[in-house]
């Protein structure tokens, strides 16, 4: 069974610190998807990496897909409130089965 | 706005009975995939369609089944409900199932089992 364990679960900060999410697995993933949601919602889609060692920037937002594509990384810079909710990494190496982490609760305090 | 549609946004019913959660992909998208979202288990991939045929099952109940239309939208039906049906089930489309192609995920169904 393929698992994904996403680190920390809860994270609370105080605005413009830095934090970073990781997910990790010891399957390989043809890709990797990053995912925010909030309460009630559902996910929207942040990222997807591909490549081994990959790094995509979305504004404050860096990710990274590790160099044996089974882990991955999220980095926020200077978070803000609005930064608040659930980030969830899913794998994809089934022709679009994706599995989920159990996601990081991020709450930024202004 | 994913341009994923679901209906309906909640829904509140007893146990035992039967329920249809309708899903209506973003346009040009040919494939469909249903997940639960619970707080115990996480979000789980339930099945998939890829332009009417059943492409992929996860972790489905017998109980549970689902279609895929040839207007694309889909269905998934859920009977003899139990409390522990209670969940939030989504929907997601892609253009195709193949690995690398984002999936978008519509507002959920809120399904509440009493």
């Known amino acids: 069974t393929q698992l994904l364990e996403q680190s920390p679960q809860f994270l609370s900060i105080q605005e413009g610190e830095n934090l970073t999410v990781y997910c990790n697995s010891s399957s390989v993933f043809s890709s990797l998807q990053w995912y925010r949601q909030e309460p009630g919602e559902g996910p929207v889609l942040l990222v997807t990496v591909v490549t081994g060692g990959e790094v995509k920037k979305l504004k404050r937002l860096t990710f990274q897909f590790g160099d044996a594509r089974k882990d991955s990384s999220l980095h926020i810079t200077a978070a803000q409130p609005g930064d608040t909710g659930l980030y969830l990494c899913?794998?994809?190496?089934?022709?679009?089965?994706?599995?989920f982490g159990q996601g990081t609760e991020l709450s930024v305090k202004p | 706005d994913s341009g994923v549609t679901q209906t309906p946004k909640h829904l509140i019913t007893a146990t035992g009975q039967r329920v249809t959660l309708r899903c209506s992909p973003r346009?040009?998208?040919?494939?469909v995939y249903w997940y639960q979202q619970s707080l115990d288990q996480g979000l789980q991939f339930l099945i998939q369609y890829y332009n009417g045929e059943e492409r992929a099952k996860g972790n489905i109940l017998e109980r549970f089944s689902a279609q895929q239309f040839p207007d694309l939208h889909s269905e998934l039906n859920l009977s003899s409900l139990e409390l522990g049906d209670s969940a939030l089930y989504f929907c997601?489309?892609?253009?195709?199932?193949?690995?690398?192609?984002?999936?978008?995920f519509g507002p959920g169904t809120r399904l509440t089992v009493t």
């Open positions: 346009s040009g998208d040919l494939s």
């Open positions: 899913a794998g994809d190496n089934q022709g679009g089965k994706l599995i």
């Open positions: 997601a489309s892609s253009v195709t199932p193949t690995s690398g192609y984002e999936q978008y």
